[in-house]
Nanobody, 125 residues
Framework: QVQLVESGGGLVQAGGSLRLSCAASGRTFYNYAMGWFRQAPGKEREFVGAIRWSGVRTYYADSVKGRFTIARDNAKNTVYLQMNSLKPEDTAVYYC??????????????????WGQGTQVTVSS
């Protein structure tokens, strides 16, 4: 059984930073992509960022480009999301996910087959 556990969420003032982590366990993974999505109250879950197995290819939503950075440590089966210059509109539950589907559009929720439970990020103004 696959488990994804997010950590690092919390309350921060606008302009501040947080780093989210997501650790995968439960099976041996290889050549998979990892992504981050977020869901604010009353809104659809939306794509934030993703990273391919090599760590070289990364993708970001326009709303977070230049502020968020995604990275991974394959030896630890862990993906990170460094969030800088946070804004109140970044407030949401953040979810990490794994895609084992190969060459797919990583901005789409349907490309992912494993999901974490989420971690709350709240940015105060």
């Amino acid at each position: 059984q696959v488990q994804l556990v997010e950590s690092g969420g919390g309350l921060v003032q606008a302009g501040g930073s947080l780093r989210l982590s997501c650790a995968a366990s439960g099976r041996t993974f290889y050549n998979y992509a990892m992504g981050w999505f977020r869901q604010a109250p009353g809104k659809e879950r939306e794509f934030v960022g993703a990273i391919r197995w090599s760590g070289v290819r990364t993708y970001y939503a326009d709303s977070v480009k230049g502020r968020f950075t995604i990275a991974r440590d394959n030896a630890k089966n862990t993906v990170y999301l460094q969030m800088n210059s946070l804004k109140p509109e970044d407030t949401a539950v953040y979810y990490c996910a794994i895609s084992t589907a190969g060459v797919v559009d990583l901005t789409m929720r349907r490309s992912y087959n494993y999901w974490g439970q989420g971690t709350q990020v709240t940015v105060s103004s």
